[in-house]
Nanobody
């Protein structure tokens, strides 16, 4: 069973940056497209970004285009999300998962953007 451990969240001021990591176990990362998702309090979980199993393929939500960059290191079985120019609307719990079909969710990592 594929499992995910997200890390790298924290509290930053508007305009700041964070780099999230997602360690994938129980599966060969090379075989999967992977997505990042987020959920703010009282809101539904939403898609943020994805990296496809084939090299170079990425997909972003309009709200993060030009600010976030998704990448992967298959050798380390890890997916990354570099987040720049953060704003309060980016706050929430961030999760990674297989994409577009989802597996069981991990614990996520909290991102708080506040002045």
């Amino acid at each position: 069973q594929v499992q995910f451990v997200e890390s790298g969240g924290g509290s930053v001021r508007p305009g700041g940056s964070l780099r999230l990591s997602c360690l994938v176990s129980g599966a060969t990362l090379n075989d999967y497209s992977m997505g990042w998702f987020r959920q703010a309090p009282g809101k539904e979980r939403e898609f943020v970004a994805a990296t496809t199993w084939y090299i170079g393929g990425t997909n972003y939500a309009d709200s993060v285009k030009g600010r976030f960059t998704v990448s992967r290191d298959n050798a380390k079985s890890t997916v990354y999300l570099q987040m720049n120019s953060l704003n309060p609307d980016d706050s929430g719990m961030y999760f990674c998962n297989t994409w577009p079909s989802e597996s069981a969710w991990g614990q996520g990592t909290q991102v708080t953007v506040s002045s």
